[in-house]
């Protein structure tokens, strides 16, 4: 061979190998990017948050609701930055207050999940009063930092009038005045229920203790908005009865939401809780409200026996209101002593509109439903909640 063609060969042999290293430096560039965007490659070493059944998010130990408290740094990420996140969708009164500062101090004392903020809508007020109370209630705690969102002012087609419970502001009547300039965000509740659904897709959870317009309006805008959640806890409705044979106030001031929301409802994702149980199964008294709840040394329980003033004047002896129960079982699983998994709706015609039906039997449920709960459970978690309050908490 010439040495012409030798310093060919020679070259050619170069290039090949140059050809041979290139494409398998590519090829492991390329298997590795191709594990970094998706975990599932890793195996047991890369975990996938959002894929997890939720709300199973703070780690490997798998918890249910009523224990992620105990999900701490050790088996996972902080559940700060890595747990449930909460929303609570409300009309302003004092029973959204108390639901409020519940969920507050179990996030702050009970390691609870972090509130990603308030959305507002009409209800035992009108919505741009529900906005003041909101901002009302988060200076209370401390937690002005906590986002709000404007909802809806009216039905989507018609409702009932507000019978004012607690009073014509929502908080008793006291005469109270914003003086400050409120900042809510710039999109509406809707939108932002559907941006919040998708930031914690699989870690939010949402208290609707209102009329449901605004769930409404996010599951007409975004029919995947239900599937994102971690679940949606709807204080909403009674089993209709003999002893409630009437609408639910939340259910009938927009019947036509509650329907939307049935309609799309998933029972792995939807827990009713109708007020008929609530008052069945949480009965506690208005003595006891007064004399042992109320009678805790706390800025907060101070402010919210104020807030109730024009309630518990109302006649009747029992202290049953929906609101605070359904935070407490959200917050607290093992309050629930029984659920049943239902196919739930409302009547929209005649003189039953607004009324809610149940199937119990249905081999297809949409919902489950809260049936019965402790009531003892109950009034110690609430005693135990308001009474880790600290001094240093605002009174206003």
Known sequence: MS???????????????????????????????????????????????HNQPAPLR??????????????????GPNPSEKGLKLVI????????????????LFEKYFNGPKIAALTTTYGNINQSQAIVNSARILKLCNRSDI???????????????????????GLGDDGYVAMEPIAIES?????????????????????????????????TMDPDFIGRLSQLYVGAGHIYSESF??????AAMDPEAYYILADNARVDKVTIIPYSQVYVSLNATKKWRVNVLGAIDSPIIKALNGYERVSLASPGRVWSL???????????????KEYRNTDNGIILCGDKRGVNTNNFTSKNPNSRLVYTAFVKKYKKFLFDVYSASSCSIQHL
């Open 147 to 169: 986002p709000i969102y404007a909802g809806a002012k009216h039905a989507l087609i018609s409702g009932i009038e507000s019978d004012f419970f607690f009073g014509f502001d």
């Open 322 to 336: 929906l609101d605070p129960a359904v935070a407490a079982m959200a917050l607290d699983n093992s309050i629930v």
């Open 245 to 250: 044979p009437e609408p639910e106030f939340n």
């Open 3 to 49: 040495p012409t063609k030798k310093v060919f060969t020679y070259i050619g042999a170069i290039l090949i190998l140059i050809l041979l290293l290139t494409g398998w430096t590519l090829f492991f560039l390329s298997r590795r990017n191709d594990t970094k965007n998706n975990p599932e490659l890793h195996g047991d070493m890369v975990r996938n948050w």
């Open 89 to 104: 969708d409300h009309d302003g009164g004092a029973d959204d207050a108390l639901a409020i500062t519940m969920s507050i």
């Open 58 to 75: 703070a780690g490997p130990k798998r918890c249910t609701a009523q224990d992620y408290i105990c999900c701490h740094a050790e088996t």
């Open 187 to 219: 999109v509406n509740a809707a939108v932002g229920l559907i941006n919040l659904s998708k930031k914690y897709e699989g870690d939010l959870v949402i208290m609707a203790i209102g009329p449901l317009t605004n769930i409404a309006l996010a599951i």
